[in-house]
Nanobody
Framework: QVQLVESGGGSVQAGGSLRLSCAAS????????MGWFRQAPGNERQFVAY????????RYADSVKGRFTISRDNAKNTVYLQMNSLKSEDTAIYYC???????????????WGQGTQVTVSS
């Protein structure tokens, strides 16, 4: 049974940092592209970042570029999202996802975590 479990969310003031983790079980992380998405109340799920399974190539949404960093530790079967210089508009539930290839479209990912809440106060 595949499980993705996010952790590390919480409440932080604007300008602060958080590091989200996504621990995978039931699959070998190195065989999957991994993505982070977020969803704020009343909004659609939005692409944040992805990391390819080969060469660790990454891509970011324009809104987080230069502030967020996605990384993976295949030995720990875990992917991370380091979030710096947080803004109130980053407030959302953050989800990690695993799929066969890296895409900004959420529909191509096969497995999803349950999400972790990030709240940024100004």
């Amino acid at each position: 049974q595949v499980q993705l479990v996010e952790s590390g969310g919480g409440s932080v003031q604007a300008g602060g940092s958080l590091r989200l983790s996504c621990a995978a079980s039931g699959l070998t992380l190195s065989s999957y592209a991994m993505g982070w998405f977020r969803q704020a109340p009343g909004n659609e799920r939005q692409f944040v970042a992805y990391i390819r399974k080969i060469a660790g190539v990454t891509r970011y949404a324009d809104s987080v570029k230069g502030r967020f960093t996605i990384s993976r530790d295949n030995a720990k079967n875990t992917v991370y999202l380091q979030m710096n210089s947080l803004k109130s508009e980053d407030t959302a539930i953050y989800y990690c996802a695993a799929g066969g290839w890296a895409e900004v479209r959420s529909s191509v990912y096969n497995y999803w975590g349950q999400g972790t809440q990030v709240t940024v106060s100004s």
